[in-house]
């Protein structure tokens, strides 16, 4: 009987002793920082991990935890747009590193130049993130969208006398290169500031007058001939020059540009409509774009590219 009694205690003491190992398996869990080597191109040479013990222990990134408590990110990202040329000069040189590059997009429907700060390494070493940016996109000037606005399309007499005397400010006299290589080119005459105000105000003057006859002159000059039988103010032929010169900042408050402009009118049944055709439109953006990616490269001190910074 005393035999049978051991037996039956025997597995009643084994788990009252696995189960007391068990608790105290419990008990020792806990968490502790341990280190696991990486390394390698873009890692660190070692992270932090938290070792958890207990009854299903794991290692766990300490990454979002420390996330929570960051005073700072952890590096610098995102694109200031600026509203200047002067501007992005002056934000650029503060930010820029040595590895710093500027890139010049000089599509002229929609140029801009952007510094990407945090650009690949200048010593083929590692690559950087390229998430910090300071972008200048050329905002356009309100002169300059006024002519691009009524560029080729016919305009009355009244109207387009009335365009040339409220846009007159923008008008200026030719240079002397300018008169050697656009009268040769266009074969005709370019006018001063003060031939455009005479013609604006010769048209005023005929606005119901009717057109007789238009005939072109040796010197490339239009001259309409009126019928003075409604306005018989200062003489019937009106030379009508066949280019002027525009000065205007093409972006805000940009600096200023020269843009020649073709003067066109046509003569239907006694009505004259008049239109101008900005001359190579692209070429005059393009050249100030250039030559503003040069004045940033050049006080920036940085290198610059001619295209556009990888995605």
Not at 87 to 103: N, P, W, Y
Request: aromatic share 8%.
């Amino acid at each position: 009987m005393a035999k049978t009694d051991l037996i039956a205690t025997e597995p009643s003491g084994t788990a009252d002793t696995i189960e007391a190992v068990a608790k105290l398996a419990r008990e020792a869990a806990g968490v502790e920082i341990v280190t696991l080597p990486l390394g390698g191109k873009g890692l660190p040479d070692q992270v932090p991990l938290a070792q958890v013990r207990g009854e299903t222990p794991q290692f766990k990134s300490l990454k979002q935890l420390a996330e929570e408590w960051r005073l700072f990110p952890a590096r610098k990202a995102g694109t200031a747009r600026m509203d200047t040329l002067e501007s992005f000069i002056e934000l650029t040189s503060r930010q820029a590193t040595t590895d710093s590059v500027i890139f010049a997009d000089t599509n002229w429907r929609a140029p801009s130049i952007t510094a990407v700060i945090d650009y690949h390494r200048l010593d083929g070493g590692d690559a950087d993130n390229l998430g910090h940016r300071i972008h200048y996109a050329f905002p356009l000037s309100e002169q300059w969208k006024t002519w691009v606005a009524m560029n080729g399309k016919p305009m009355n007499q009244s109207d387009f006398a009335q365009f040339i005397e409220d846009n007159i400010a923008d008008l200026s006299s030719p240079e002397a290169l300018e008169v050697t290589d656009y009268e040769a080119k266009f074969a005709t005459k370019i006018a001063t500031p003060a031939e455009l105000v005479a013609l604006s105000r010769g048209l005023a003057v005929h606005v119901a007058s009717k057109a007789v006859s238009s005939v072109v002159l040796q010197s490339g000059e239009g001259e309409i001939v009126w019928d003075e039988v409604h306005q018989g103010a200062d003489g019937k032929k009106l030379k009508v020059p066949g280019l002027f010169m525009l000065q205007i900042p093409l972006f805000h408050m940009g600096e200023l540009q020269r843009v020649p402009v073709r003067l066109r009118y046509r003569v239907r049944e006694g009505a004259t409509s008049w239109f101008y055709q900005i001359f190579r439109p692209d070429v005059a953006v393009t050249e100030r774009v250039t030559e503003d990616f040069e004045t940033a490269v050049k006080e920036t001190g940085l290198p610059g590219y001619i295209g556009k910074p990888e995605a």
